[in-house]
């Protein structure tokens, strides 16, 4: 068993992401199959349950299942430089039909990275750098092939909500300032219903939970933005996240 004490708080849940993902796919409603997940989550002894800690198992579940889809179709359609942000213990690029020719960067805390190394299987086209969020970006991305002129798909995937004060802002503009025209960003923010829940059991640790309305208002003009908000889901209440999806227009031709 992976002994992950050491972890602090915010890097733990990149095992509980991880954890609720093999969860999800041995159940028999099961919204995806993610084998990977589930032959590394045997590896670490299993997080005790409670009505919230299975809210958000089915809350992670969701969001997996709706940006999976999102994150198909923009590599079907020729975006194939992705960089994830905080890609914790993520399996969606074995879970994922993956063309060769795509570049994938994750970049996460040197913990969370080594526990990766070691309980994940690697993907040949998969690379992990160590990096601060958001100050630690651009330099993490200097040390690879990524090329800021090629249009990107980044993900950030259950990372703002624990990015303190306006931290989301700063990971915004470095996105920004990375992306080529065409490029896309899939965002995803916890909801209103979620303050609620947590009043109810406030064992996770959000330092502030951005509002979406914030967020988007906060959108750097190069970006169109569009929003998806979940409906309820076995017994997530409506309105637990958003995935904020941004694309970049092409340069205006005058
Ligand atoms: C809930 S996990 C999500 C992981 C992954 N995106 C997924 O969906 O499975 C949040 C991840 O963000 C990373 N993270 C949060 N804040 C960070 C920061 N300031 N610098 C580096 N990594 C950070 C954590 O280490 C953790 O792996």
Known sequence: MFDWSHLNQVERSAVMTL?????????????????????????????PSSPLVRVFADIVSLRTSELDRRVSDAVAGGLQQIVIIGAG??????????????IVTELDSEAVNDLALKVLPKLPAVRR???????????????????RNRPTLWIVEGVLEYLPGQLWKRLAAVITEHSAPRSR????VLGDALPRLLAEDPTFPFPD????????????????????????????????????SLSRSEPRAD
């Not at 993490?140 to 990524?146: E, F, G, P």
Request: aromatic residues 10%; hydrophobic residues 45%.
């Open 19 to 47: 954890l609720w993902r093999a969860a999800e796919s041995r159940r028999a409603d099961r919204l995806f199959t993610d084998k990977a997940a589930e032959e590394a989550a045997a590896l670490f002894p299993p997080w």
């Open 89 to 102: 213990l993520d399996t969606r690029f074995t879970r994922l039909d993956l063309p060769s020719s795509a």
């Open 129 to 147: 750098e160590v990096a601060l969020i958001p100050g630690g970006v651009t330099q993490a991305l200097d040390k690879t092939s990524y090329n």
């Open 209 to 244: 939970l951005p509002s979406l309305t914030h967020i988007v208002s906060a959108v750097p003009s190069e970006w169109r933005s569009e929003v998806f908000t979940s409906a309820r889901f076995r017994e997530v209440p409506a309105n637990a996240f958003s995935i904020l």
């Open 185 to 188: 960003a899939l965002i995803t």
